[in-house]
């Protein structure tokens, strides 16, 4: 097969990228056919083919709705055990307990199972586990807290699906359990009453891109029909999607099929502010446009996190179930609060650990193509940011390892064909690691004292030549080529149909061919702001978010007044009652 020219003869980029167009000649002509039967222009046919959006399923696309996109709930394995189980016990009013994880997607699923259960007059208990003290998943102490208030049953929610220790004391002490979760399950699952998730390894029911949130919502809508028939006033599952949509976007699952009808939907819900917490959040987040899916990402995500990361743990769903504006107002100040303490700590820990990493990559004869980091008193809660900001600055795998007290827990993040999970669980086995797993693109470990170097080494040896090949294949993918006076709000609006965006279902690459940085500086917090005239004359600003100091940033900096090929997305800014286009620059190339 041979390969296709590079897009705009760009065979190495200032990141070391090449850039390819993303449609191959059967992906133009299906833009082709998508733009002539539907009327839509170019541009728009070549995202939706550039998406694997076919003529025939466009129309769908283009409008997601959730009557189209929910199946039958009873599809997943034990649903209708767990929908049963849950409906004897709304009529019988018992004590429910729902036991959560720390992060988004717990929040917002415990959120959404509690708020439910509020609307027929139950006051479930939440319990979520302090990241530091107690860990992931249900554990034995917390479970006989929950009986001792009188739970009879036991719901865990974005975990529980490992927990066979606990689960199993639960049962013990007379607790019926259920299970609603999303992650990888072993052969052997604990023996409880129902386990939902559709990633356990006998459940067909092809869901498994789902988010916890939406598992348990998809529970909900089979326990409202199993309700319905005895005259109960229901809850409005629909006004709930907005937790759907949050928890979606921030666990960054793919966004097709039923996901991207949550999300669509529960945006729409998002923007009549309507639950105080979030409203509150968007304000303390000075989020002044209706919330679109990157603000649920970067913004109010980040600040729910904040609360499992560094504070108390179950501020996020105590926020998302306030009823009173003042409570939530009086919350979501603290959860910014902790986000800012985050930023703080993380930017501290971020200098230690780039430090370290340029340590090890200038050791010619020694180049690591996995990067492992350490640091005396990093916030265990935080490694998995840094391990972020290093893959994305160094285009390598990169684990962060927080060392606390002899303890050395730690989270890896990857890049696409390095499978970082399953290097972890071979260190379980080969007895460098005490425990660990993960999936594709993230992990985490926990390691024996002194055993970061063996745990480096290993990596490097079972990953690096997967990471090597990585790198060397890493291409831009290019939806699009325009001029900076196509880039107008209209033009972008329109773009944003094939949206919302996210993990599979990408926003646009436009390539920008020989505009002029007319200017270039650096801002404070490390971005870098240009201004571009294309050969027409038209002006138009472009940010490159946290590039200071970095090849991006050095890149545009060095190429102050110089004719340039950029690419990058396009968003609308809002501010000041004014709408303008704001261009965000993933990479630069010079002009051939």
Excluded at 200 to 224: I, K, M, P
Excluded at 330 to 350: C, F, K, P, S, W
Excluded at 405 to 410: K, R, V, W
Excluded at 509 to 522: I, K, N, S, T, Y
């Amino acid at each position: 097969m041979i390969a296709k020219p590079p897009f705009l003869k760009v065979g190495r980029s200032a990141l070391q990228r090449r850039w390819a167009d993303r449609l191959d000649a059967e992906g133009a002509r299906r833009a082709e056919a998508i733009a002539g039967t539907h009327g839509l222009s170019n541009t728009l046919a070549r995202i939706l083919a550039g998406r694997g959006v076919e003529v025939t399923n466009t129309a769908d696309f283009l409008e997601p709705r959730l009557k189209n996109a929910m199946p039958d709930p009873s599809v997943m394995v034990d649903a209708d055990r767990a929908i049963a189980r849950l409906a004897q016990a709304i009529r019988a009013r018992e004590s429910i307990a729902i036991f959560g994880d720390y992060d988004v997607d717990g929040a917002c699923s415990a959120a959404l199972l509690a708020g439910y259960l509020r609307v027929f007059g139950l006051r479930p208990l939440i319990h979520i586990p302090d990241r530091l003290t107690e860990g992931y998943g249900p554990n034995s102490e917390a479970i006989r807290g929950l009986k001792v208030e009188g739970a009879s049953l036991l719901v865990c929610v974005d975990c529980g699906t490992s927990g066979h220790g606990p689960l199993g004391e639960a049962k013990a002490l007379g607790m019926d359990v259920i299970v609603l979760d999303h992650h990888q399950a072993p052969v052997e699952l604990p023996a409880i009453d129902a386990l939902v998730n559709p990633n356990r390894q006998d459940d067909l029911s092809g869901l498994g891109h789902l988010c916890a949130a939406g598992v348990v919502f998809l529970l909900l809508a089979g326990l409202n029909r199993a309700l319905r028939s005895e005259g109960q006033t229901l809850p409005d599952l629909i006004a709930m999607l907005d937790l759907v949509a949050l928890a979606t976007i921030a666990d960054v699952v793919p966004l097709t099929g039923l996901n991207r009808a949550y999300v669509a939907q529960g945006l729409k819900i998002m923007r009549q502010r309507e639950r105080p917490g979030l409203a509150a959040l968007a304000d303390v987040a000075r989020l002044d446009a209706a919330p679109e899916a990157w603000h649920l990402g970067y913004l109010i995500g980040p600040r729910i996190n904040a609360g499992g990361r560094i504070g108390d743990a179950a501020l996020g769903a105590r926020l998302l179930l306030a009823e009173n504006p003042h409570e939530a107002r009086r919350i979501a100040e603290t959860l910014d609060g902790l986000n800012r303490e985050r930023q703080a700590v993380e930017e501290a820990m971020l200098m230690e650990a780039e430090a370290q990493a340029l340590q090890q990559l200038g050791m010619q004869e020694q180049d690591r193509d996995i990067l492992v980091v350490a640091g005396e008193g990093w916030h265990p809660g935080i490694v998995g940011i840094i391990a972020g900001r290093l893959k994305e600055r160094f285009r390598r795998p990169a684990f962060a390892i927080a060392a606390n007290e002899g303890a050395l827990t730690g989270s890896g993040r990857s890049m696409a064909g390095v499978d970082l999970g399953a290097g972890v669980r071979a260190a379980v086995e080969a007895g460098l690691a005490i425990k660990g797993g993960g999936h594709l693109m993230a992990a985490g470990v926990t390691l024996p004292p002194g055993g970061v170097a063996a745990f480096a080494e290993f990596l490097e040896t079972t990953l690096g030549e997967a990471a090597r090949l990585a790198r060397a294949d890493d291409t831009l993918l290019i939806d699009a080529a325009l001029s900076a006076e196509s880039l107008t709000p209209d033009f972008v609006t329109t773009m944003a149909k094939a949206g919302p965006f996210g993990q599979g279902n990408p926003e646009p690459v436009f390539a920008l061919p020989a505009h002029r940085l007319a200017d270039v500086m650096e801002l404070k917090g490390g971005h870098i702001k240009a201004v571009l005239l294309s050969s027409g004359g038209a002006r138009l600003e472009a940010m490159a978010f946290r590039a200071g100091g970095k090849p991006l940033g050095e890149a545009l900096l060095a190429a102050r007044g110089e004719t340039v090929h950029l690419a990058g997305t396009a968003s609308l800014d809002h501010w000041g009652g004014r709408t303008k286009v704001s261009f965000r620059v993933m990479d630069i190339a010079r002009v051939s």
